[in-house]
C-alpha cells in the first residue's frame, strides 16, 4: 500500500486544528501555576490577619469586662459617698472627723474608678478600630481567592474545550484577584464595598 505524503502532512495539520492553539495548554499551565502561588501567599497573610482578628476581639471583649467592672465600683463609691454624707449632717461632732476621712477616701475612689473607666473604654474603642482595620484588609483576600479561584476554573475549561477567548475571559477575574491581593498584602486601600456588601 503506498503511503501520500500529502496525506499524513494534511492529517497532521487537522489534528493540530482540533486541538487549538499551540500556545493555549502552556499558557493556562504558567497562569494557573502563577495564580496557585499567589493565592498561597495571600492565604498565609490572610490567616495571620484572621489571628489578629481574634485577638483584637478578644482584647476588645476584655476591656468592656473590665469597663463594666469598674462602672459598677464607681456607682457602689458613688451611693456609698452620698450615704456617707446624709450620715455626717446627723452625726455627732466628735465623729464628723472620721466622716471627713472616709468621704475623702470614697471621693478619691469614685475619681480613680471614673479615670480608669474612661481609659479601658479608649482601649476599648481602639481595639474596636483595629479589628475594622483588619477586617478590610481581610475582605481584600477573601475577594482575591474568590476572582483567583473563579479564574482557574474558567482556565481549566478553557484547556479543555480549546477556547482561546475563554483564556482571555479569564484574565479578568485573574487580573482583579492580583490586583485586590496585591492591595491587601501592601495594606492599600482598593475596596469595592459594594460587592464586599453584596457578598456579605
Known amino acids: 500500500m503506498d ?13 493540530r486544528r482540533k486541538e ?16 496557585a502561588t ?16 481574634q485577638q ?16 459598677i465600683r464607681e456607682e457602689v463609691g458613688r451611693s456609698t459617698l452620698v450615704q456617707l454624707r446624709l450620715q455626717a449632717l446627723s452625726a455627732p461632732a466628735a ?13 478619691a ?21 483595629a479589628y475594622d482595620s483588619l477586617n478590610f484588609r481581610d475582605d481584600q483576600f477573601d475577594l482575591s481567592d474568590a476572582a483567583i479561584a473563579i479564574a482557574i476554573s474558567l482556565l481549566a475549561v478553557s484547556s479543555l474545550t480549546q ?3 475563554l483564556y482571555l475571559l479569564a484574565l479578568v477575574p485573574s487580573a482583579f484577584g492580583a490586583l485586590v491581593g496585591l492591595s ?17
Open 38 to 53: 499567589f493565592m498561597g501567599i495571600c492565604k498565609v497573610k490572610d490567616d495571620n490577619i484572621v489571628q489578629a482578628m
Open 163 to 165: 477556547l482561546p477567548w
Open 20 to 35: 487549538g492553539p499551540s500556545w493555549l495548554n502552556p499558557a493556562v499551565a504558567i497562569t494557573v501555576a502563577l495564580l
Open 184 to 200: 491587601g498584602l501592601a495594606g492599600g486601600k482598593f475596596h469595592p464595598d459594594a460587592l464586599v456588601r453584596l457578598l456579605s
Open 3 to 15: 503511503i501520500d505524503p500529502n496525506e499524513i502532512v494534511d492529517t497532521a495539520a487537522h489534528a
Open 56 to 71: 483584637a476581639q478578644a482584647d476588645k471583649l476584655d476591656h468592656w469586662q473590665f469597663y463594666q467592672a469598674r462602672n
Open 109 to 129: 475612689l469614685v475619681a480613680d474608678q471614673k479615670t480608669k473607666k474612661e481609659e479601658l473604654k479608649g482601649q476599648a474603642e481602639k481595639d474596636q478600630a
Open 95 to 107: 465623729a464628723q472627723e472620721a466622716y471627713r476621712t472616709q468621704i475623702a477616701a470614697y471621693e
